[in-house]
């Protein structure tokens, strides 16, 4: 049984007064340009999800305690929670550097993005 | 042969001044203070403990301890009944009560025995194959046939009157075992100040030590044992747990400790100590000492009783006085096992060794020859024979073997009684594999030591594979310390000095994975790997030649390791058989996972005092204690305990129910709908929000209307639907099912916290916080007027689907007219405190016009009427708006919201959906049984083609008749067709697909 922590009000304890939101970080094609969401895409949204040995992106909800979403970045082979923060945010650039299949592709998409803005 | 026997001297753990009654099997024994029931039972001559799992063979004790799996017993009475303990564990008491298991009709005579004589055509797998045919035989004959064989005890029928307790516990060091290492390593520990937990499943601290020979500092081991003890009992930062199994490991260090409190004393449970106790532990550093656990050699009928483990005949004659017999043959490859001769020798009973090595040249076989006994290197045992039936061993034959030997060239008969074996010591595993440790093979050892672990856990002395007394004891107090640092950096270390340890030297053993019988193998010459599941070395042979090749199947075809002892003795013997069989080296072929519990516990101990009024809490509404009083049928939904009718004195709940419909239909009700999902939504995007959360729009709604809206999830499917009224521009209530609303109110959070972050919109759960009441039926407005409404409740005032927020009479209240029983309705609100006396006040002024209170059966007759859903009975999770014909409720024009994208990927738009229609029977009285199957085709007996199913049916009082709604395949393409639905015993339903609409289809009854 994890012990997790929630970055917002700093409660920490068993996963079991936590809920896990699985992957993190997975982009809702309909929420910005709803008319152009092709089949694959819609199904790779609601189906597809990446299980990697090692470093790993997942929602989490404090839901014993302040009740928000938050993100954290946890190693599945050795059970080692490596970040928490917050759920609009991106993970510490250390991890950003180490994030592999689609992961790496939407954190560098984002980091354009606002480096443009 | 003479039988097991009390010695005269001796026995460290056994108080021979104080006798003790008990009883097995039915007959009155006595043993003395500190016996288990297998030392006692064995005192008293009797050997045999039960019959095989699989083969009905008499079986003996094995072991010492927690290893046991051969001796198991029920112990107690009655509801106490407590099945499937090891003998070797359970503490004599006076009184107790044990039983065999697995045995009828007797221990002597067991007529499943005669398996083990047509064992031939029962081979591994044997399950698998042969009764696969006929499938109708399995349930009625095979199953019940190989339950009553093959089962283990019997569960204890009734309430358990006892007590038991959780506990939640942190602590920086947990120590596992309290052996030599485990003591010294919380010696250690607590010396920092750390804060120590230190388990042992034994009632006395010390482990092996009393049967392991040697000193420390000048003191023998079972003395420094129990000084150490003493001392970390006294220690203000340690706590001591005795009778205590830790049963499992898991991520983060978090520990469960079984504690057996009062099962050794009756006089604890009278007075109201808890039976066991759970112990939850979340520690910063474990420290793993389980020791280890000594292995049988698979030799032919090595499971004969009175052949037990070499350290379970020395710790029966040491800790309990008692002989396995008067002459015995210990059978080893180790040096260790020549310790059990020598204490043998020492208390009068006559022992030969017979050793597969073929030099024995250590300190104690040269000891063990100084003092007489005849050593037989170079040999093994080939047979043992016994008298008829397998009870008493007569003799063995002992045969010269070289290593690699396969089978026997020549052999000698020895006469002796009893048989003590040792192929070695594996280390305690289990619980460093549970949470993913790794572990290694040690060539040295012939066994598997931890390797690494992502946990802060540290493996010492012999469950380290360390098994000198000096190294363990260096390598513990290192570990102490080291694991009291990690927590505390800080800590003031008093340094603790390792003390000085004298022991035998020990030369390296020589694996033996299987002895060559005498006469044919596997021709009554089964020789034991898994005793518990009575896996012989031919069954994984044949395992490996039928092309099981990975170790994990070959487990789950033969069941090797699958028990309830976990493969404590078993695992490395099975894979030295594997090994041998295919040429590849043991880590080749891998070992197999061990899972929690380490021993089996109590589900008294889980459930803790989580039991009856504390299983699950339940959720009243402020009318609670009136519905009770009225008598009221009860129906749980969720935590909910809503009424489901109030029958009258001499009503049946069918008559109440439908008296209840009637006054709806024809003069008026009233229904406590409290527990309906209340949320509020607020902030200057709410609107914009609902719009993307329901499949309807809302933004469009004006304040002080209602509008019924759908939910989605993202898939597509309907998850949830209600009303949602404007209170404001910015203000919105919304209503979802009794089940949905703590789901509903997280699914929104969600939504708003991770995908539309910048919306200014809070979303508040209000559901306890008021009382609702629908007053439905045609005179709903005449009870409205006499309640002093401080609001124009007039049609044109107030029509269908509007609010208003005022006073009734004295109560603050919120006011909607919606209806889901079809007539003039309106649901009140008002804070739950006020909520008791709103409810009899309209029960009072509802008196003349016949207003009666209904339950939740008739509010659901009365929305099927109407042809109203309810998601989760018409919709199954795999449910679209469309399928239920709700396609109008989807909007066009908004560009998105939950699960719009998903209705139109192809799979959901395809043909052959199930669409929800009505159904009529044709014989009125027949009403369908929910879920009732209609078939496109009746034939004789399944299977059928289904083509739909029901998803409500009732008899309705209004139509005199039965009505239904199903989800049938294109049923909309299909109005008029009669279907079939046949049921279990043969009857067949037909039933007319119709619209889903039976009563008032205009509506015409809502709008006055």
Redesign the interface.
Known sequence: ???VKCPVCGAEG?ETDFHA?GQAHVR????SD??S?T?EE??DY?FIRHNPKGLHFE?W?CDRGC???FHAARDT????FKAYYG??ELPPADLIAQAKGPWAEYFANRLKAETKV | MSKPHRLSTGGRFIDRTKRIHFSFDGKQLTGFAGDTVASAVHANGQRVFGRSFKYHRPRGVIGLGSEEMNALVGVGDGVRHEPNLRATQVELHEGLIAVSQNRWPSLKFDVGAINSHVSRFIPGGFYYKTFMWPQALWKHVYEPIIRRAAGLGKAPEGRDPDTYENIHVHCDVLVIGAGVAGLAAAEAAAATGAKVIIADENPRFGGLADISGGTIEGQALPDWASVKASMLADAGNVHVLNRTTVVGH???N?VMLFERVADHDPALLAAGVPRHRLWKV?AGQVILATGSIERPIAFANNDRPGVMLASAARGMVERYGVSPGSSGIVFTNNDDAYQTAIVLKDAGVGVRVVDSRSRAEGALPNKAREMGIAVDTGSVISAVNTSWGGLNITDVKVASYRKGQGRVIKEAKVACDFVAMSGGWNPALHLWCHNGGKIRFDDTLQTFRPDRH??AIRAVGAANGTFVLSNILEEAYAAGSAAAKAVKPEATSIAVSVPTAVQADEKPLEPIWFAPATGKYNEGNKHFIDYQNDVTAADLELAQREGYESVEHTKRYTTFGMATDQGKTSNLNGLGILSEATGKTIPEIGVTTFRPPYTPFSFGSVAGPLTKNLFLPIRRTAIYQWHLDQGAVWEPVGQWRRAYTYPKAGEDKHASIDREILCVRNKVGLLDASTLGKIEIKGPDAAEFLDRMYTNMFSTLKVGKCRYGLMMN??GFLSDDGVTVRLGDDHFLMHTTSGGADRIA?WL??WL?????HYRVFVTPVTEQWSQFAIAGPRARDVLAKLEPSFDISHEALPHMSFVEGKLGPYPIRLFRISFSGELSYEVATPSNFGLGLWKDILAAGAEFGLEAYGTEALHVLRAEKGYIVVGDETDGTTTPVDVGLDGLVSKKK??FIG???L???YLKGPDRKQLVGLLTEDPNDVLPDGAYAVRHVKDKPPMEMIGQVTSSYKSPTLGRSIAMALIQNGRSRMGETLSFPLPGGKVIRAKITDTVFYDKEGAKLNV
């Open positions: 049984m994890l012990i068993d939101g809702r094609p309909a929420t709803p008319s969401v089949d819609q199904r609601l929602r909800r009740g928000k979403w082979v050795t059970m080692e759920i609009t | 898991w991520h983060h978090f979340r992502a946990d993202e898939l997280a959070e969600e916290q991770t995908e539309w972050t560009a998105d719009k994208r998903s139109e990927q192809s």
